[in-house]
């Protein structure tokens, strides 16, 4: 059986890819097609990655996560590779900068996988960093909004059922 495969990417993977993650995990599974998908996330930086050991989920973000009943329990920061590029058939960053940091370290795009996730919304914008702006509720919402319209986007492409 093939899976959709699908990675999401910030800067750190400690806030808005790993919030990402688990609410699209989240959401395949209340969907009943969670054995149709693989979902991972991970960093541009290393800047949360220290001797090879990512950190953990941000407190914050795992609180906001888990206020709606979803948990990141084990989910640690990891580094996006150029190999990556190959195993996932949609790589979703969360800002423009994600997508230029992911095209530095992937190199070119050649199959269209690389978008922002919102840009599957009817709102297509960057999802502020909640390191910096504190409002993780904010960026629950605007993750919620770019997931629903990704599955959306699957579902009316027959690409999952």
Known sequence: MSYIRVLFVCLGNICRSPIAEFVMKDMVSKRGIA????????????????????????????????????SCEGKRAVQITKADYGKYDYILGMEQRNIRNILRIVGMDSEGKVKLLLD???????????????????TYRDVVEGCEGFLRYLEKNKLVQ
């Open 35 to 70: 054995d149709k998908f693989y979902i991972a996330s991970a960093a541009t930086s290393t800047e949360e990655i220290w001797n090879g050991i990512g950190n953990p989920v941000y407190p914050p973000a795992r609180k906001e996560l888990a206020k709606h009943g979803i």
């Open 120 to 138: 599957y919304s009817d709102d297509p914008r960057d999802i502020a960093d909640p390191w910096y702006t504190g409002d993780f509720e904010s």
